[in-house]
Nanobody, 122 residues
């Protein structure tokens, strides 16, 4: 059974940091791309950062230089380190999996994590 289980997130002040984790099970993790999306209610999900099965990394312009994505294939986990957080980063964040390349089209992703709230506020 394929599962993506997210952890991390929460409330942080502007300029602060958070780390999100996405732990995968039930498939050959190293062959798959993992993308972090975020969504504001009433808006479409936005691709934030993606790491492909062969290690290529992509960032949206809005987070480039502040967020870092990484993967630990031994532990089947992808991390999103978020630094210098801004109020506009407030959203529900989702990790999602597809084979094997990254793109930012949510309908192309086969499996999703449960979502985690990130709130940046003073």
């Amino acid at each position: 059974q394929v599962q993506l289980v997210q952890s991390g997130g929460g409330l942080v002040q502007p300029g602060g940091s958070l780390r999100l984790s996405c732990a995968a099970s039930g498939f050959r993790f190293s062959n798959h791309a993992i993308n972090w999306f975020r969504q504001t209610p009433g808006k479409e999900r936005e691709g934030v950062s993606c790491i492909s099965g062969d290690g290529h990394i992509f960032y949206s312009n809005s987070v480039k230089g502040r967020f870092t994505i990484s993967r630990d294939n031994a532990n089947n986990t992808v991390y999103l380190q978020m630094n210098s957080l801004k109020p506009e980063d407030t959203d529900v964040y989702y990790c999602a999996m597809r084979t094997p390349y990254c793109d930012n089209i949510p309908s192309h992703y086969d499996y999703w994590g449960q979502g985690t709230q990130v709130t940046v506020s003073s």
